[in-house]
């Protein structure tokens, strides 16, 4: 009998990976020109010249074994350092090397940090908006997601909803800040919300409670201040990633850093540890340990973002759809025209528009529409922008 329950995942459909094959499958028969898929984030815009420079340097002058062979389990001792002296000359939090565990990306910092905290049976509270991915992630820790919805006015904390979810159960709260799929920024304020509710409840259960910081997106910000979580909470993992910054998802490549505030910081660092190696997560990729050891403070020009960004807001106000202004990260979240944003979703792909309803996101009534594509492909999709609002007003 093979386990029911990964099974079940494997046949559970991503709405969003549905989609971009739908795309895909269009393309081949109606041409490329003709078909604007904003389904997936994945970045449009090249490394950084220095990852490239670099890249190419290590290839001419480390020997291969240098190069490909394993590394410590957590990463690379002079990596770490690096990563840690990275994050203090940047938010002065005190971090050494034996905080930080080097990790393939974002998805397994989550799902190590999520096997190292959760016990069977505890609550994960995200905050939905929300990267579907968590359910699955929390699922997998054999601990239950609890979802809170943030305030539809402004995508900050709704300090009730959160204080009604948290039990005696609740092990951590996931931030995901800039956001997938909104991109909104939890300001200082929010934060410091969220952390004087997790204190109450921290003493008022006894328990630790953790935030884990999911900030593959924490570079990629439009002038917004994006409030370090360390310096605010001491028990704390952040969830790092260079796949957007350095534009490297296909790379694998990034780390958790837990705080060394955390209460029984060793513990939970032999955790991750330990939650690492029986996830088979040891050794992330060496040589993009060894680029990111070069460039930890590199960043893609994300000034196209930008231009995308402010291309299609404005155009898309305009028209008169209404979208949340997004302050970072490269996604579009918009008020869909209709009631059912599927069935308005559905609507768009007859003028070869390919966005993402946002039920599997946690909310009803958006879509998503990923603008890290190219700004021609933007400009071209906006007359079908307009059709497609005129044609839905018809039918109010
Ligand atoms: N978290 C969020 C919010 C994301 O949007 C993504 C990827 O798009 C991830 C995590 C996973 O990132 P990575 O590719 O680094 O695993």
Do not use: W
Request: glycine share 6%; net charge negative; with cysteine.
């Amino acid at each position: 009998m093979i386990n029911e329950r990964m099974a079940e995942l494997g046949k559970e459909r991503s709405v969003i990976r549905e989609i971009f094959e739908y795309g895909n499958k269009l393309k081949s028969e109606i041409g490329e020109d003709k078909v604007f898929d904003f389904s997936l984030g994945n970045p449009s815009i090249k490394p950084p010249q220095e990852v490239q420079k670099t890249l190419e340097n290590l290839i001419k002058t480390e020997s291969p074994i240098a190069l490909h062979g394993y590394t410590s389990a957590q990463g690379a001792a002079s990596v770490r350092m690096a990563v840690a002296d990275s994050i203090n000359n940047r938010f002065a939090v005190g971090i050494t090397p034996d905080d930080i565990y080097m990790t393939c990306g974002a998805a397994a910092s989550l799902t190590i940090s999520l096997s190292a905290l959760c016990n069977d049976g505890d609550e994960v509270i995200i905050l939905a908006p929300y990267f579907p991915e968590y359910k699955v992630f929390i699922k997998n820790a054999r601990a239950i997601p609890v979802e809170v919805k943030v305030s539809s006015n402004d995508f900050q904390i709704d300090a009730d909803a959160l204080e009604r979810a948290i039990t005696e159960k609740t092990k951590a709260i996931i931030i995901n800040s800039p956001n997938n799929p909104s991109g909104a920024v939890l300001n200082e304020n929010s934060i410091k919300t969220i952390c004087k509710i997790l204190l109450n409840a921290q003493n008022k259960y006894n328990n630790p409670i953790y935030i884990i910081a999911d900030e593959p997106y924490r570079e990629l910000v439009y002038g917004a201040k994006v409030p370090y979580i360390m310096n605010h909470y001491d028990n704390t993992l952040v969830c790092y990633s260079y796949s957007k910054s350095l534009s490297l998802p296909g790379e694998r490549i990034g780390y958790i850093a837990v705080s060394p505030k955390s209460a029984d910081k060793n513990s939970v660092y032999a955790a991750v540890c330990g939650a690492g190696r029986s996830q088979g997560f040891v050794c992330a990729p060496s040589l993009f340990q060894k680029l990111v050891e070069r460039c930890t403070d590199a960043v893609a020009d994300i000034e196209e973002y930008k231009k995308n960004r402010d291309l299609i807001y404005n155009a898309l106000c305009e028209y008169g759809y209404e979208p949340i202004k997004p302050d970072g990260a490269f996604y579009l979240f918009v008020k869909s025209p209709e009631k059912d944003a599927k069935s308005f979703c559905d609507k768009a792909k007859k003028y070869g528009i390919l966005i993402v309803p946002s039920d599997s996101f946690g909310v009803e009534g958006y879509f998503r529409l990923s603008y890290c594509v190219d700004y021609g492909k933007i400009e071209r999709s906006l007359p079908l922008f307009k059709k497609l609002i005129e044609e839905s007003k018809q039918y109010e």
